[in-house]
């Protein structure tokens, strides 16, 4: 909840008319209240975005982990269990962003109409856009704690930072929320999920979860370095290692900047979908 | 005779104040109102007031604009043209204030299908920033006034076509809003249900909450309105009382003679002196007249014979279809 508060106070309008438009008038916590009262009733469908991180964690991790062995991070030696583990976190915050952001989000756009009847409300586009946002970063940070603590309990959490890490994934999830919502305003059918998938899986596979950036020849490393996911994938092991580096910052503006971006293109087309 | 004469006696029972005065000025002033859709215009430079606390119509065929207008003026659509005040905002500049204070029965109902009939009202409510408690208390009322109670835990995809709609009305009821509009609210609803409708929107009236109503039933336009403006291809082609409109185009009485398929349309030119319009419909012919009865009586006297006959007051029906033709034209 705090990480919801936090963010809508931190897009309390500085630009009068301008940013109300883009990110709304203080009710998009309507739509998060909607889709909380909309979940009571499928709850299940929550838990099962957990298990797919968690999956990889004992296959790859620890089974892979197995004839990997340990190897060095930042100078010191590590299972590839603990290695792996702050990337999974990363795509953890990653997935549980888009589940909403992407499928629900164009089905209540296009097929059950949802926002048409909000739009009937003093609720607005901005309001509706930063709510599903909102609401999607909620579904990602309830994974990245729920993978946080089996981290725990399994030992790879390396320094005390794993609130730092938490927070981290947060903006991971905005990032992914914001972007999911912007393209989803696109879509003309349920086909152009196909990208989201053609985009998702191959950043899940090579943005460094697995293995260091460093394998890559140079213009490869630079084109993977600019992905969303490598920026949290990569933030997160620093945090999880101790690491407090100014390279953080940049790994969270760009994060934060493609979340506001999203988010204002999502408000921007919702606009010109919902108000003809 | 007979469903003309129940309609008399709605009538009275409900005596429609026409040219009542206007109290407190006017909830919607719409002046060279106009939408247009790329090259299209659906709304072509519209004037009309609604003043407060009274019912007005607009009626129109198919494609006329009037959802169109419906949109603009719940701030739902942004106007191509001219100028809209809405409860004395401007449409353009206070949306959300102004939507703050309004109802809107869509024509399409939009209800939201992963909530429960009960739940769609109370997040209907809760988007008006209503608090929780007053909010679950007018969810009670209305899901009794739209006879929901006890399919209130169902999924709104289980429910008929006709309790959508009255979900969506009670919907729009939640915010106890000053401005109700209501874009064919009847359509899809059974008889019963439109006469407990008609009487909540008479008791809405009472109150003094304005309303906005379109509908393609004559009758409901008739018994409902104060004034009423009949849209055709974007523009009013009329406006008034339904009384004003029945004598303006058209007469007090209509006679109905029905002279066999073949003949209508022979006997027509015979008619023509006894009636100040006469009009033929491939299974009868219509004299519109002050007194029906005469002009009954007058055919015989040609010598006429028709297989029945039928003399009824003249209604917005009349109206309407003298107005906007009886063909479809798309
Ligand atoms: N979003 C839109 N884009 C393009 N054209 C539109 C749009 N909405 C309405 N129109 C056109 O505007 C015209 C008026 O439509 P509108 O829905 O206002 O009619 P109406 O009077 O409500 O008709 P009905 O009685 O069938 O509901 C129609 O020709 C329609 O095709
Ligand atoms: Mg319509």
């Known amino acids: 909840m705090s990480s919801r508060s936090a963010l809508a106070a931190g897009f309390r309008p500085p630009l009068g008319s301008l940013s109300a438009a883009l990110f709304g008038r203080g009710r998009a916590r309507r739509l998060v209240e909607r889709n909380v009262v909309a979940y009571k009733r499928r709850w299940w469908i929550l838990a099962t975005g957990f298990f797919e991180p968690f999956f990889y964690l004992l296959s790859i991790g620890l089974g892979l982990g197995h004839l990997v062995g340990r190897l060095e991070l930042d100078g010191r030696l590590v299972d590839y269990a603990a290695y792996v583990a702050p990337g999974l976190l990363a795509s953890s915050a990653m997935n549980g962003a888009l589940f909403d952001s992407t499928f629900n989000v164009f089905f209540k756009l296009k097929i059950a109409k949802t926002y048409d009847a909000v739009l009937a409300t003093p609720v607005g586009v901005g309001d509706v856009a930063l709510g599903e946002v909102t609401w999607s970063l909620m579904r990602g940070a309830i994974y990245s704690f729920a993978f946080l603590c089996v981290m725990g309990a399994m030992g790879l959490v390396l320094t005390g930072f794993a609130v730092l890490c938490f927070v981290a994934a947060l903006l991971v999830s905005f990032a992914f929320a914001g972007l999911g919502m912007g393209a989803t305003c696109y879509m003309r059918g349920w086909q152009d999920f196909d990208y989201v998938s053609m985009a998702s899986i191959p950043m899940f596979l090579f943005s460094a979860v697995f293995y260091p950036l460093s394998v890559y020849p140079g213009w490869l490393q630079v084109v993977v370095s600019i992905t969303p996911l490598y920026q949290g994938v990569d933030m997160i092991r620093e945090l999880d290692a101790g690491l407090l580096t100014p390279a953080l910052l940049v790994h969270a503006g760009y994060l934060a900047a493609l979340g506001i971006l999203g988010l204002a293109v999502a408000a921007r087309r919702l606009g010109k979908l919902l108000r003809p | ?330």
């Open chain 2, 1 to 330: 005779m007979q469903r003309a004469g129940a309609r008399q006696e709605e009538l009275s029972r409900h005596p429609g104040p026409a040219g009542e005065p206007a109290r407190g000025g006017e909830v919607v002033v719409a002046r060279g109102l106009t939408k247009s859709f790329g090259d299209f215009v659906a709304v072509d430079h519209v004037d009309f007031l609604v003043r407060r606390g009274e019912v007005f119509g607009f009626l129109g065929p198919n494609g006329a604009g009037k959802t169109s207008t419906m949109r603009m003026v719940s701030c739902l659509s942004p106007v191509s043209g001219g100028e809209l005040s809405v409860l004395g905002m401007d449409s353009g500049a206070s949306g959300p204030a102004i939507r703050a204070r309004l109802g809107l029965v869509p024509q399409e109902d939009t209800l939201d299908l992963e909530l429960s009939v009960r739940d769609n009202l109370y997040l209907y409510g809760r988007y008006f920033d209503i608090p929780r408690r007053e909010v679950r208390d007018r969810v009670e009322r209305l899901l009794e006034f739209a006879h929901l109670v006890e399919k209130a835990e169902e999924e709104v995809d289980t429910l008929s076509g006709g309790m959508k709609r009255r979900l969506t009305i009670a919907r729009a009821l939640i915010s106890e809003p000053e401005l109700v509009i209501l874009d064919e609210p009847t359509t899809g609803l059974d008889p019963q249900a439109r006469h407990l409708l008609w009487d909540r929107l008479y008791r809405l009236k009472q109150e003094g909450v304005s309303l906005i109503i379109t509908t393609h039933y004559m009758d409901e336009a008739e018994q409902l309105c104060d004034r009423l403006v009949v849209m055709d291809k974007g523009k009013i082609v009329a406006s008034g009382s339904p009384r004003q409109l029945i004598e303006a185009h058209s007469t007090r009485e209509v006679a109905e003679l029905r002279f066999g398929v073949d003949e209508n349309a022979a006997v027509a030119s015979k008619l023509t002196e006894l009636a100040e319009r006469v009009e033929v419909l491939p299974d009868r012919v219509l004299l519109y007249t002050e007194d029906g009865d005469e002009a009954v009586q007058a055919a015989h006297c040609l010598g006429l014979r028709p297989e029945a006959s039928l003399v009824r007051r003249s209604s917005l029906e009349d109206v309407f279809l003298r107005l906007t033709g009886r063909s479809l034209v798309e």
